[in-house]
């Protein structure tokens, strides 16, 4: 099972930032990251969407234990990135046409 605390560390150390960087690039304030450590509890889920939207990753890469199993298809790396290319309105359409299969 994933420490998430310690996954946050990790994931921290890896970009060379400090709790003020990660703070910053997520939105929250450094108090409240260091509060977690201090007081050993959990971050909100809320707050770990935006710890996971600093790092660039989603709350699943984030709980899963093995990051290649979320490697992507060369198709489905092409699809994101001609999605990028799409309006929100456009964007939405795409999904919602998804969702119909």
Same mark, same amino acid.
Request: charged letters at 25%; a negative charge; one cysteine or more.
């Given at each position: 099972?994933?420490?998430?605390?310690?996954?946050i560390?990790?994931?921290?150390?890896?970009?060379n930032?400090?709790?003020?960087?990660?703070? %910053?690039?997520?939105?929250l $304030?450094?108090?409240? !990251?260091s509060?977690?450590y201090?007081?050993?509890? +959990?971050p909100?889920?809320?707050?770990?969407?935006?710890?996971?939207?600093?790092?660039?990753?989603?709350?699943?890469?984030?709980?899963a234990?093995?990051? %290649?199993?979320?490697?992507l $298809?060369p198709?489905? !790396?092409?699809?994101l990135?001609e999605?990028g290319? +799409?309006?929100?309105i456009?964007?939405?359409?795409?999904?919602?046409?998804?969702?119909?299969?």
């Open positions: 099972m994933i420490n998430v605390l310690d996954r560390v990790h994931l921290r150390q890896q970009k930032w400090t709790e003020y960087q990660l703070a %910053e690039r997520s939105g $304030t450094q108090s409240t !990251i509060s977690w201090r007081k050993d509890i +959990l909100s889920i809320p707050s770990l969407e935006k710890i996971c939207a600093a790092f660039g990753i989603t709350l699943s890469q984030f709980f234990e093995d990051l %290649e199993s979320f490697s $298809t198709l489905q !790396i092409e699809l990135e999605s290319r +799409l309006t929100p456009q964007l939405k359409a795409l999904v919602d046409f998804f969702k119909t299969f």
